[in-house]
C-alpha cells in the first residue's frame, strides 16, 4: 500500500514498513596484511557498515531508508551514503545502468538529484531531494514524478554505496567502502497499490 513517511529524522513511521532490504554486517573491517613476494596490501576504506534498507512508496515522493551498525559519520565526508536508482531496470541507459544519484552534492537537510546525460556521458543536475539522519538511520524522500515512477505499479532497481573509490565504474562498489547489496547487486523493489 502507500506509504505515508514524514522525513523529519523521527524514524517511527519506518515501523510500517514491513519490506526490509538486508546487507552483510561487518564487511567494512580494515585490512592491513602482508602478501606473496613482499607485498602489503591495506585498505582503510570501510566507514559507514550498512545493513537494513527500506523502500516507502508514497503518493508523491518515493522514501528510502539505510541504516548502519555504528553512528554515520557526517554528512561533509566525501561520497557519503550515495544512492543510486535505475529507475527504467535497462542497463542499457544511464551509467551502467543507473539513472540518478543522490547525495553527490549535499547539504545540511537537502541532496542534489542527479541524472545521467546520456548525450553528455556525465552526470547534470536533475533536481533536489529532503533527507534526514539521526545516529545510525538515514531517510530520503524523491519525487516520483523526478524519477519518472508514477502510476499504480512500480518497479525499479537501487543501489546504497558509502565511500567507494573513484566512480569510473562499478567496479568501484567492490574495492572500497561499503555497497548494500553487495558488489555489483541492486535491490529491486516492486510496489503496487
Known sequence: GVASIAIDGAFDDWAGVAVEYRDTAGDTA??????????HYTNDTGRND???CKVGVGD???AFYAET??????????????LFIDADQNHETGWFGY???????INEQSTT????????QNWSEAGAAEYRYD?????????????GLNGDVVTFDFHWSDNPAELTDPIAFCVAGDSAPNRRFNYRCLWNR
Request: charged residues 30%; hydrophobic residues 40%; glycine residues 6%.
Open 69 to 82: 551498525r555504528e553512528a554515520l559519520t557526517p554528512h561533509t565526508d566525501p561520497n557519503w551514503m550515495m
Open 50 to 52: 550498512i545493513v537494513t
Open 135 to 147: 545516529g545510525n538511520r538515514l531517510e530520503i524522500a524523491i519525487s516520483r514524478e523526478l524519477l
Open 30 to 39: 580494515h585490512r592491513d596484511y602482508k602478501g606473496y613476494g613482499g607485498l
Open 99 to 105: 539513472d540518478f544519484l543522490m547525495n553527490k552534492a
Open 113 to 120: 538529484v542527479l541524472r545521467y546525460d546520456e548525450s553528455a
Open 60 to 62: 508523491e515522493t518515493i
